[in-house]
Each structure stands twice: as C-alpha cells, then as structure tokens.
C-alpha cells in the first residue's frame, strides 16, 4: 500500500477555484491509478478524476469540463485543479490509489466547501 496525504481544501465562494493536492508516500510513476473522488453528507463516494494505466485520465460527470487533473512524479504527488466551482461540490475530497499488485488506498480527505 502507499499512504497518500491531502491538502488545498478550504471555503471559496461560488465561481471561484482551488487547487488540491494528494502526496504519496513513495513514487507514484508505477502506481497502476491515481486520483481523485468526493463524498458529500448523505450521498455515496464518487469519481471526480483519475489517472489510469499510463496518462489515460478519466471524469466524473458532474465536473467534467471544470477541473482538471495533472501530476508531478519527481514529488510524487497529484494535483487537481478546480475552476467554475458550484455549492454542489461541496464534499470532503479524497485521494485514491491504486498499485500494481491491486491494493487500494485512501487518504484521509480534505473538506471543500463552496458558499457565498
């Protein structure tokens, strides 16, 4: 398993962008997938963004088009970048991974909250 670590998350008005950051604990360049899911109180945990095997990256379709994932392998670690935010996605956001030999892991999360 790799421990991952969170931050970037905050209180931002609607319209406005963060940044998030997921650090892993060792190299992520052999990680098989790496990215990013939310869980809003009362609903189920969903995708926002990951990579998957090599650059292919895949969206959640509630922020399709509004963030944007990317990656810094010399610091291990993986960014999400959100523009045009929206109350809905208010939630606690969490960094995933998964290894090579299909363990998965989470990291503890980091609480957006968009209000005026």
């Known amino acids: 398993q790799v421990q991952l670590v969170e931050s970037g998350g905050g209180l931002v008005q609607p319209g406005g962008s963060l940044r998030l950051s997921c650090v892993a604990s060792r190299s992520i360049f052999s990680i098989n997938a790496m990215g990013w899911y939310r869980q809003a109180p009362g609903k189920e945990r969903e995708l926002v963004a990951t990579?998957?095997?090599?650059?292919?990256?895949k969206f959640g379709d509630s922020v399709r088009g509004r963030v944007t994932i990317s990656r810094d392998n010399a610091k291990n670690t993986v960014y999400l970048q959100m523009d045009s935010l929206k109350p809905e996605d208010t939630a606690v956001y969490y960094c995933n991974a998964i290894t090579t030999d299909g363990s998965t892991s989470w990291g503890l999360g980091t609480q957006v909250t968009v209000s005026p």
């Open positions: 990579f998957m095997s090599g650059s292919i990256t």
